[in-house]
């Protein structure tokens, strides 16, 4: 299945825009715990929680997923001072080359392994890039699979519904 499930992630990491819809069951984040660069065990849901967050699903082998990374770090820039959180999950990958890439590319916002493909399997996350967006109550407002405008949008509104600010660090993010 591991096999199976690496395959299809190589198969899909395309420049597509195509955005996909959720899984009727899956609205909010499910309990997979992942590890920081560091090492420690973290769930997503708790580094997230009480505020609106945009996770990326990626890889370090993916060139869609790498050239999202300086738009990503734009967005983070912009709105870590508004509450909201850019979380990277690096799916599929060991955690040693997950650092190392993200020191290499000194990437600034926090970013979780999923070695075992607990959070993708758990989303039926099949593909990268891929872009979930979550409000401050941890549901699940949006899914596709790069980051771009509607992303972005889905994101700008999480925000303002979130506390306001989500227009003009968004907006500056775009730029």
């Known amino acids: 299945m591991r096999v199976l499930s690496i395959l299809l992630l190589v198969a899909a990491c395309a420049p597509a825009h195509t955005t996909l819809p959720p899984p009727a069951t899956v609205t909010a984040l499910p309990p997979c715990e992942l590890r920081t ?3 420690r065990p973290a769930r997503l849901d708790e ?3 009480g505020r609106p967050a945009l996770v990326s699903l ?3 082998w993916c060139e869609a ?3 999202e990374l300086d738009a990503l770090t734009r967005v983070h820039e912009a709105t870590r001072g508004a509450g909201a959180a850019v979380i990277g999950v690096a799916v599929g990958e060991r955690h040693d080359d997950v650092r ?3 020191e290499r590319r000194n990437l600034p916002y926090l970013q979780l392994v999923d070695e075992r493909f607990q959070l993708a399997d758990a989303l039926g996350q099949t593909r990268v890039p891929a872009t979930v967006v ?6 699940i407002v949006y899914r596709g699979g790069v980051f771009d405008e509607t992303a972005l949008a889905a994101f700008k509104k999480a925000l303002a519904d979130g506390n306001g600010a989500g227009d003009g660090a968004a907006n500056a993010a775009a730029r």
């Open 100 to 102: 190392r890439f993200v």
């Open 58 to 60: 990626w890889a370090t």
């Open 65 to 67: 997923c790498a050239r």
């Open 134 to 139: 979550l409000d401050r109550h941890g549901r």
């Open 47 to 49: 580094v997230s929680a």
């Open 37 to 39: 660069l560091d090492g």
